[in-house]
């Protein structure tokens, strides 16, 4: 089926939304997470958790500000418009993180898919129901070495990830123009 440009600026907004739940997941910026969702939506988190979005994205708020640093790729995402104002999206997302157990430190890797019926409501697209499925987790020992001192000599001089609004994407830096830009 060709697409028309109204349709390919709905999947962009789309694509948008589903790309900006996965920053506010890794910031820690609950606003982002907040704004995937319709107030009614439903969100079924793999069996972890399943009901309103809206009491999933205040846990998510209450969790995220401690939580480790993790970084969620989101990848494979597959759009289907069903009627004008709904579609039903696919969309791989790959979970690095690091975690603490009381048996030590250690790497998680995680392959999830969400399942997403999005309808357009007011003119913006959200998500209605998400349904997640966990695909598979590999757990490894921390082996940070940074390309054994290759990529990064001395990691104390390097600038690392961080939660909102700590991370340098939250920097003021950023937002300005050439000429007016401000230290770090």
Known sequence: MRLTVERLLDRQEIEDILIGYARGADRADVDLIRAAYHADAIED?????????????????????TAPLMSHLCTNISVEFVEADLAVTECYFLTFSRREAESGSFDSLTMARCVDRFERRDGAWKIAHRRLAWE??????????????????????????AKKPDDILYGAWARQRSGEEIAA
């Open 45 to 65: 988190h793999g069996g972890v958790y399943v009901g309103p979005a809206a009491d999933y994205v205040a846990l998510m708020a209450k969790i995220l500000p």
């Open 136 to 161: 598979w987790n590999h757990e490894m020992p921390i082996n940070e070495t940074w390309g054994r001192g290759m990529i990064i000599p001395d990691i104390g001089k390097a600038v690392r990830g």
